[in-house]
């Protein structure tokens, strides 16, 4: 094959790294959601990127004022509890706890820190499941402003 005729897999795409400055990673709080971090902690330590650990609690709808206070308390220990038991020392956190619906908050959330990457778990369901439940890693996928890596939750 001759020299003029071949081709770059990227084609006409410039050959450089995509900045990766903040990568999202949404919590649950279970341990399936953490196999997110297992994709996160790499790339953060290869791009020297900060990783943003979000927690969304449910909308309080009539729950009392001081109760709400007191799970976005526990729920921002608890992420700071992850960030130091399960992030490297040279990896930088910074941990959010939101309130409504998942999908809207964490794309809202990517939007204003100008997240460069989303990585989240999905439970896979297929089918009438998803239909009926809807998926929040799905909606997030399709609205999101930067690129989402999806982990399938084994």
């Not at 820190?113 to 890693?137: E, H, W």
Request: aromatic share 2%; hydrophobic share 40%; net charge positive.
């Amino acid at each position: 094959m001759s020299a003029a005729k071949t081709t770059s897999v990227l084609g006409g795409v410039r050959a450089s790294y995509p900045r990766l400055l903040r990568i999202l990673v949404p919590l649950d709080f279970s341990g399936k959601s953490r196999q997110a971090l297992r994709y996160a902690v790499p790339l953060a330590q290869k791009f020297s990127a900060r990783i943003h650990l979000v927690h969304v609690l449910p909308d309080p709808g009539k729950t009392p004022k001081d109760e709400v206070t007191r799970q976005r308390t526990v729920a921002l220990k608890r992420l700071g509890e992850m960030s130091l038991s399960l992030l490297p020392p040279r990896v930088r956190a910074e941990n959010a706890v939101l309130t409504g619906k998942p999908a809207e908050q964490i794309l809202a959330l990517a939007g204003q820190q100008t997240i460069d990457l989303i990585v989240l778990t999905t439970k896979g369901r297929s089918g009438l499941k998803r239909v009926l439940v809807g998926s929040t890693a799905e909606e997030i996928m399709r609205h999101a402003p930067c690129p989402v890596m999806s982990v399938r939750r084994q």
